[in-house]
């Protein structure tokens, strides 16, 4: 079945440090979703990314879909404690109602 | 408005036990799809609903495992002869549809976190 690989597992972080975590599939995807899930939460919506190539962007968050539609990446600029939690992305390779989620990148901040 | 609700938040059972885990989501979502997330795992897809009917039950683990949504709205996840294995949250989630990426956006309830005994 489909896999989809995420890293790094954990980034620790000091406040203000850049994060990036990177979602690799070995199908081609027709969509990937972000997901961020706080401790003892569920996951919350981010973004959607459809076309090849697509940047899109959400304040200090910048979401990337690769060419070949394969890879993605969620780079965070300047953390803050409260982007603490575990970030997942969720590829589907037809409609989007089977989701796999990849295994997430758990980030920790601190000051 | 209002978001995916689902109950009970917790249960606890015992081992060979029969489980019923509801899921109510957002009004006039069609989309409905139900997850499993073990400690430390993203979550994994179990089956999705497109109105009444199952319209992927592929992810279901065994034939323990059964869900419904017979009025197209609430659904219920039933486990039968639960296992310790079954420990984990159980996530539901709903979109607006299918078939329009617009459409498609993933909204997560709280998740029901069973545990078996």
């Known amino acids: 079945g489909q896999q989809v690989m995420q890293i790094p597992q954990y980034q620790h972080v000091q406040e203000g440090e850049d994060f990036t975590t990177y979602c690799n599939s070995s199908?081609?995807?027709?969509?990937i979703q972000w997901y961020k899930q706080r401790p003892g939460g569920h996951p919350v919506f981010l973004i959607q990314?459809?076309?090849?190539?697509e940047v899109k962007k959400q304040k200090r968050l910048t979401f990337q879909f690769g060419e070949a539609k394969k890879n993605s990446s969620l780079h965070i600029t300047a953390t803050q404690t409260t982007d603490v939690g575990t970030y997942f992305c969720a590829a589907s390779t037809g409609t989007a109602s089977k989701l796999t989620f990849g295994t997430g990148t758990r980030l920790q901040v601190t000051l | 408005g209002a978001g995916v609700s689902q109950t009970p938040s917790n249960k606890v059972t015992e081992k060979g036990k029969y489980v019923e885990l509801r899921c109510d989501p957002i009004?006039?979502?069609?989309?409905l799809y139900w997850y499993r997330q073990s400690l430390g795992q993203g979550p994994e897809f179990l089956i999705y609903?497109?109105?009444?009917?199952?319209?992927?039950d592929s992810g279901l683990p065994n034939d323990r495992f059964f869900a419904v949504r017979p009025e197209g709205s609430v659904s219920t996840l039933k486990i039968q002869r639960t296992e310790r294995g079954d420990s984990a949250v159980y996530l539901c989630a709903s979109s607006l549809g299918v078939g329009d990426p617009a459409q498609e956006t993933q909204y997560f309830g709280p998740g029901t976190r069973l545990l078996v005994l």
């Open positions: 009004s006039g979502h069609t989309a």
């Open positions: 199908t081609t995807l027709s969509n």
């Open positions: 990314l459809v076309k090849s190539g």
């Open positions: 609903f497109q109105g009444t009917g199952a319209a992927d």
